[in-house]
């Protein structure tokens, strides 16, 4: 039996998609087996993240309107052993689909995967409901703009109100010189106005944009910082307690010897 | 590249200096912004909520205080600057009338039993049915307050009809039976009292609960005696009606068979 993550947000264009994908094959790299599920019905873009828009035959609301079967939409990625994707449709709204149709894909998934990767609309309404609806497990992108934080924390309230209590937090697109200069929040900010656990640190990084413009997550590229940020994040997500890695924190003399001989075994709290 | 790594702490050092003397990091501003705006948002989630808590506040507040609620106010501010910063802090205004004689009798057996640490006391039975007591006779007095002043209303609505002195006298007499079944059951509450804590042999905590249930049964059978009463005086209201209905037609046709 599988885990069904949703990856969600309130406000658009924190990177929702780009976590997902990323996430998504960091997973199958450590050899899970992925579905990921765009439910952004009318807005898809998980497809063309993941470099897969020339190969969408059905969609999620064939399925649910049984045009075909699930197996029969489901995209195998060549790439990546073990990685699928379940586009959105592009034609319809999000009412096209409801939470209990919902609930039954993410079951269905959940026999034959060991992760189902959720990739949720921006906003509040039914799309996020659906999105939800099915999950084990939440986790919200926001980046460390107030905007960003005020949508993730009513994200997280609304959470909080369903069956999702515990969800963890992806801080996304943290500019490193500017939290050394004071002119950013940094994580443990963050952390400290939403009061929810962080999973996950991804600095900002060029490297998403070029690597996205190819069609390829940037966890495929080892040298990209953002791509080794959501490696350590899929690490945690299996359950390894590794600390958060904090771009722009500032590094004591004594951490750098003590990493430099492996001795930091020290959790991070935030 | 290693020069530039090894000086750009100390550029960091001296921007940030600087801007602080300014007007301080925008990211504390972000922050500070976002603490109020959250809260706001998150009380606004359930506004209900707010209110229920107030609600409580008030109602534990009141068994020991008088309190003005029409003025009092309950909010959420940014608050208190702990060691940790600044935090939310629940802020209340609460203007006090007076403070209970439950309140000044909690206080004065605290000190008492500082001095007598060594015997563990029970409050004084014969102590604790007075305050019963008095609690019934307030009752009752409110009871009758509200009794007899509307009776005196409605009493001097019907002299102005018809002015008749029976009514009055019933009325009256109405009264003097309320006012009778109070003293009675304040006198039925004294002795039961009175009995029980004679029974020194009994131990202090059966002679309290005696107490309450016996002050519980009292205020039953007072409570019922009253509802006695005011359907009885709610009869003689409506015969009084009648027969001033029946004056009134009388005086009609009269006036009519004249004209």
Known sequence: ?????????????????????????????????????????????????????????????????????????????????????????????????????????????????????????????????????????????????????????????????????????????????????????????????????????????????????????????????????YMETAKRILGSDIPVTIPGKKEGFFEKIKKMFGGNKEKARV | MELKEVFEPIVNFLKNFQRKQKDGLSKDKAKERLQLVLMQDRASVSPDFFEMMKKEIIEVIKKYIEIDEETLEVQLTRGFEGEDGTGPALYANIPIKNIKPVARKIQVEEKENEEEATTEEEPDPKELADTIIEEIKDVAEKKLDKKSNKKNKKAEKVDKKESTEETKEEVKENIDKVEEVAKEVTEEVKETVEEIAENAEDTTEEIVEEVVETTETTKTTFKEKLTGVKEGFANTFTKVKGSAKEGFEKIKSKVKAKN
Request: net charge negative; hydrophobic share 40%; proline share 3%.
């Open chain 1, 1 to 229: 039996m599988g885990e069904v993550i949703v990856i969600t947000s309130g406000k658009g264009g924190v990177g929702k998609t780009t976590s997902a994908a990323n996430l998504g094959t960091a997973l199958t790299m450590m050899n899970k087996k992925v579905a990921l599920v765009d439910t952004d019905i009318g807005l898809r873009n998980l497809d063309v993240v993941m470099g897969l828009e020339n190969r969408i035959v059905y969609d999620i609301v064939d399925v649910v309107e049984e045009n075909c079967k699930l197996k029969q939409a489901l995209i195998k990625d060549r790439r990546y052993e073990g990685l699928y994707l379940l586009p959105a449709a592009q034609t319809r709204d999000k009412n096209a689909v409801n939470e209990e149709q919902m609930k039954k894909i993410c079951e269905e998934l959940k026999m034959e995967y060991d992760y189902v990767i959720i990739d949720c609309p921006a906003g509040i309404e039914q799309g996020f409901k659906n999105a939800i609806a099915g999950a084990d497990r939440a986790l919200v992108v926001t980046t460390p703009e107030v905007s960003a934080v005020r949508d993730a924390d009513r994200i997280v309230g609304l959470l909080q109100a369903s069956d999702l209590p515990k969800p963890q937090l992806i801080l996304n697109r943290i500019r490193t010189k500017m939290v050394k200069e004071g002119q950013m929040m940094d994580a443990q900010d963050i952390v400290d106005l939403l009061s929810i656990n962080l999973i996950g640190a991804i600095p900002d990084d060029d490297n998403v944009i070029i690597q996205t413009n190819k069609g390829e997550p940037s966890v495929t590229n080892p040298k990209s910082l953002s791509g080794k940020a």
